[in-house]
């Protein structure tokens, strides 16, 4: 099964600057998705971005971007210009291409944002 | 249609009492999941549906769970003889058919189970 973590259980960043967090994960396959998703406190998850692993241009979604390192089976996230509400879990997920449709997460990471 | 919906929002019940959740997907997502999530932990798949078939179970769907979608509109996910260990938030997300949208999920706001 592939695994997938997180190994910053908390981050914190002052509003406005920018902050990126890790994921790493294992596989043995060459085509599958990742994503990040947000799940703020007592409230559902949502997505935040995802990255096809057949494309080489990294994703990005406004003041959200990642870096994926196919080879090295790293997907960071990069949030810019960070704001108040950008505070909550930040959930890596990874999802087969072709073998199933589970996604499979991280352990998350915490993210505190000060102003 | 606002997105996935779940109920109910909370539910405490006694250990050994059976429980019933429901999942209402977004209307043109065939395709339906119900995850755990445990306090400090990511979601843990638990099985999903295309249409009204079940199609994939994790190890973690003990026999004293069920999960059914019998018209492949809404589904829902029952624990029997419930134990201490099931408390948990239960959420459920949708997703579109193969080749009309996107491979990501949309979740529902989940089911926090207590089991006292």
């Known amino acids: 099964a592939q695994t997938v973590t997180q190994s910053q259980p908390e981050m914190s960043v002052q509003e406005a600057e920018t902050v990126t967090l890790s994921c790493t994960y294992d596989t043995s396959e060459s085509d599958y998705y990742l994503f990040w998703y947000k799940q703020p406190p007592s409230r559902q998850m949502i997505l935040v971005i995802r990255q096809e692993a057949y494309k080489q241009q990294n994703a990005t979604e406004n003041r959200f971007s990642v870096n994926f390192q196919k080879a090295a089976k790293s997907f960071s996230l990069k949030i810019s210009d960070s704001q108040l509400g950008d505070a909550a879990m930040y959930f890596c997920?990874?999802?087969?291409?072709?073998?199933?449709?589970?996604?499979?997460f991280g352990k998350g990471t915490s993210l505190l944002v000060t102003p | 249609d606002t997105g996935v919906s779940q109920n109910p929002r909370h539910k405490i019940t006694k250990r050994g009492q059976n429980v019933t959740f429901r999942c209402d997907p977004i209307s043109e997502h065939n395709r339906l999941y119900w995850y755990r999530q445990t306090l400090g932990q990511g979601p843990e798949f638990l099985t999903y549906?295309?249409?009204?078939?079940?199609?994939?179970k994790s190890r973690l769907l003990s026999d004293r769970f069920s999960a059914e979608r019998p018209k492949g509109s809404f589904s829902t996910l029952e624990i029997q003889r419930t134990e201490q260990g099931d408390s948990a938030m239960y959420l459920c997300a949708s997703s579109f058919p193969r080749g009309t949208g996107g491979p990501e999920q949309y979740f529902g706001p989940g089911t926090r189970l207590t089991v006292t």
């Open positions: 549906f295309q249409n009204e078939a079940q199609l994939e």
């Open positions: 997920a990874y999802r087969s291409a072709n073998s199933g449709y589970a996604l499979n």
